[in-house]
């Protein structure tokens, strides 16, 4: 998720008291946890981090059903407090692996497990080359030909212009709450790191739509995992954005935009929808929630939309 730094947006930092933790269906409490793992990738001398679940000795019959996704994390934070906060049904890497899925979350390197490099600002070219050696480690592991990929917020660029070059090894692309020429204005950064704080955490959650404890969750488990992040991805949107060209996605690509979701405009995105060249293409629009809502109220219909792209003939 990336703070208002990035996008320079207005932020929604929590407000309002939420409702009480809504309890997680039967099935879910009731399911055996998890275990992950970590595993590393390597390019041009750099530890590529990745977080991977699945169900126990579920990994070759993942691979066998083309199961296997890679999670790519937004411009602030790193791939395990994105997409595996352990509070009660909030996981989407937990959920993608009940439903018999090989999940993966990367650290671009930079963040959170990955190496730090001074070579470069960890901009969304080099994150890029960071995703195509994981897409090549894991493929490589399961021996499989293709993943599908998901990209939040800044990751959309970064699947995006991974997808752009290397179609094949795509076999469905989520861009959740992306930006594409939208333009943004400030000062451009000359420190290649910013420190991070609680209410950055916790800016993109839109009032009203939270739980007060998954906020505080996500808080503390991304600060502990980030108490840093790269600037190139700020560099990147205040003086190269557009970067993805819709008409050289040709894979079975998702936009998924919440209604609140300041990163973009419906227009900006349903622009950006009508220009992609994917025969397969769906466009989703989710009420209510922001542009954390994988993390607010509404995740569950946003993890049902996720997997049921997924799962699409």
Same mark, same amino acid.
């Given at each position: 998720?990336?703070?208002?730094?990035?996008?320079?947006?207005?932020?929604?930092?929590?407000?309002?008291?939420?409702?009480?933790?809504?309890?997680?269906?039967?099935?879910?409490?009731?399911?055996?946890?998890?275990?992950?793992?970590?595993?590393?990738?390597?390019?041009?001398?750099?530890?590529?981090?990745?977080?991977?679940?699945?169900?126990?000795?579920?990994?070759? %019959?993942? !691979?066998?059903?083309?199961?296997? @996704? *890679?999670?790519? &994390? +937004?411009?602030?934070? /790193?791939?395990?407090? #994105?997409? =595996?906060?352990?509070?009660?049904?909030?996981?989407?890497?937990?959920?993608? %692996?009940? !439903?018999?899925?090989?999940?993966? @979350? *990367?650290?671009? &390197? +930079?963040?959170?497990? /990955?190496?730090?490099? #001074?070579? =470069?600002?960890?901009?969304?070219?080099?994150?890029?080359?960071?995703?195509? %050696?994981?897409?090549?480690?894991?493929?490589?592991?399961?021996?499989?030909?293709?993943?599908?990929?998901?990209?939040?917020?800044?990751?959309?660029?970064?699947?995006?212009?991974?997808?752009?070059?290397?179609?094949?090894?795509?076999?469905?692309?989520?861009?959740?709450?992306?930006?594409?020429?939208?333009?943004?204005?400030?000062?451009?950064?000359?420190?290649?790191?910013?420190?991070?704080?609680?209410?950055?955490?916790?800016?993109?959650?839109?009032?009203?739509?939270?739980?007060?404890?998954?906020?505080?969750?996500?808080?503390?488990?991304?600060?502990?995992?980030?108490?840093?992040?790269?600037?190139?991805?700020?560099?990147?949107?205040?003086?190269?954005?557009?970067?993805?060209?819709?008409?050289?996605?040709?894979?079975?690509?998702?936009?998924?935009?919440?209604?609140?979701?300041?990163?973009?405009?419906?227009?900006?995105?349903?622009?950006?929808?009508?220009?992609?060249?994917?025969?397969?293409?769906?466009?989703?629009?989710?009420?209510?929630?922001?542009?954390?809502?994988?993390?607010?109220?509404?995740?569950?219909?946003?993890?049902?939309?996720?997997?049921?792209?997924?799962?699409?003939?």
């Amino acid at each position: 998720m990336p703070t208002t730094a990035w996008l320079l947006a207005l932020s929604f930092a929590p407000q309002q008291p939420a409702a009480a933790p809504t309890p997680p269906p039967a099935s879910t409490a009731a399911a055996p946890a998890i275990a992950g793992e970590s595993h590393f990738a390597t390019r041009d001398g750099l530890r590529i981090h990745l977080w991977q679940k699945c169900l126990p000795g579920g990994e070759a %019959a993942a !691979a066998r059903a083309g199961r296997i @996704a *890679i999670l790519v &994390h +937004g411009a602030t934070w /790193s791939g395990r407090p #994105d997409f =595996d906060l352990q509070i009660r049904d909030y996981s989407l890497m937990d959920r993608l %692996a009940r !439903a018999g899925y090989d999940a993966w @979350a *990367i650290d671009i &390197h +930079g963040y959170g497990l /990955s190496d730090k490099t #001074d070579r =470069d600002w960890s901009d969304t070219a080099s994150a890029a080359k960071d995703l195509e %050696a994981a897409v090549e480690h894991v493929c490589a592991l399961r021996k499989v030909e293709q993943v599908k990929l998901l990209g939040w917020s800044w990751g959309t660029q970064i699947t995006g212009l991974y997808a752009m070059a290397h179609t094949k090894r795509v076999a469905r692309l989520v861009l959740y709450g992306p930006v594409w020429n939208g333009k943004r204005r400030g000062p451009v950064p000359t420190e290649q790191y910013r420190t991070n704080t609680a209410a950055g955490a916790a800016s993109d959650f839109v009032p009203g739509q939270f739980e007060e404890d998954v906020v505080a969750a996500y808080v503390a488990a991304a600060l502990a995992a980030d108490p840093k992040s790269p600037n190139g991805t700020i560099v990147d949107v205040l003086t190269k954005l557009p970067m993805l060209d819709p008409e050289r996605i040709t894979c079975p690509t998702m936009v998924l935009r919440p209604e609140h979701d300041f990163a973009s405009t419906p227009q900006e995105m349903l622009e950006f929808f009508a220009r992609l060249k994917a025969a397969d293409k769906a466009y989703v629009s989710l009420p209510d929630g922001g542009h954390a809502i994988i993390l607010e109220k509404g995740h569950r219909r946003f993890q049902d939309v996720v997997l049921a792209f997924f799962e699409r003939a």
